[in-house]
């Protein structure tokens, strides 16, 4: 796994897993990647922002300047091209799984029913592979469009893998299964 991104993170799994989609690999240097970048966000203060860093220290990182970004705007680099490279075959890909289903998550964490202590379904610390339902998967894939918090993923996560391993749907809104602690979270399609 990739020291930039986040094992607990279902953003970050999410791109993890499309980087396999990629037809050509994105610049190897941070230096090309910044350039990449800047052509993708409407300035530097945008891009400043969306890295979690000063506009000053993005200037000093720019190609041309003798200071190499620290390791922690290499990380935020590498995660920021990982999410914006080839946005055509990442959405194609997206759309065939939404339709088609072939989404698999494999994770360890607190997964289970909220109630019914003392039973199988009850809450506890698993470890699972799961094929995901297909009507999650489109809606995972559009609330990481949309830039939702990792809240809203775990739980469309934990209603899919609610459904598909307890074979519960949830109704109503209301959130029978939970999913949280995770140590670390893959999606494989």
């Known amino acids: 796994m990739h020291p930039a991104f986040d ?3 279902i953003t ?3 791109d993890r897993a499309d980087m396999d989609l990629w ?3 994105p610049p190897r240097s941070d230096s090309v990647r910044l350039r990449f970048l800047l052509s993708r966000h409407t300035g530097h203060n945008a891009l400043a922002a969306r890295l979690h860093i000063s506009p000053a220290e993005l200037q000093a990182a720019l190609p041309g300047r003798r200071r190499a970004p620290s390791e922690q705007l290499h990380h935020a680099i590498t995660r920021e091209v990982a999410r914006l490279w080839q946005p055509r075959v990442r959405s194609e890909a997206h759309s065939v799984l939404s339709v088609q289903g072939g989404m698999t998550v494999h994770f360890r964490g607190w997964f289970g029913f909220t109630g019914a202590a003392g039973t199988s379904d009850a809450g506890r610390f698993r470890l699972l592979t799961q ?3 297909t009507p999650y ?3 995972l894939f559009r609330a990481r469009e949309r830039e939702e918090d990792e809240e ?3 739980g469309i996560v934990a209603d899919a893998v609610g459904e598909a391993y307890f074979r519960v749907s949830p109704t109503g809104g209301l959130r029978m299964v939970e999913l949280k602690g995770i140590d670390y979270i893959e999606f494989a399609y």
Do not use: C, V, W
Request: no cysteine; hydrophobic share 30%.
């Open 131 to 133: 094929q995901l339902p």
């Open 137 to 139: 998967i489109g809606r």
């Open 152 to 154: 809203t993923l775990r």
């Open 12 to 14: 970050d799994a999410l």
């Open 23 to 25: 037809t050509r690999q």
């Open 7 to 9: 094992p607990e993170s």
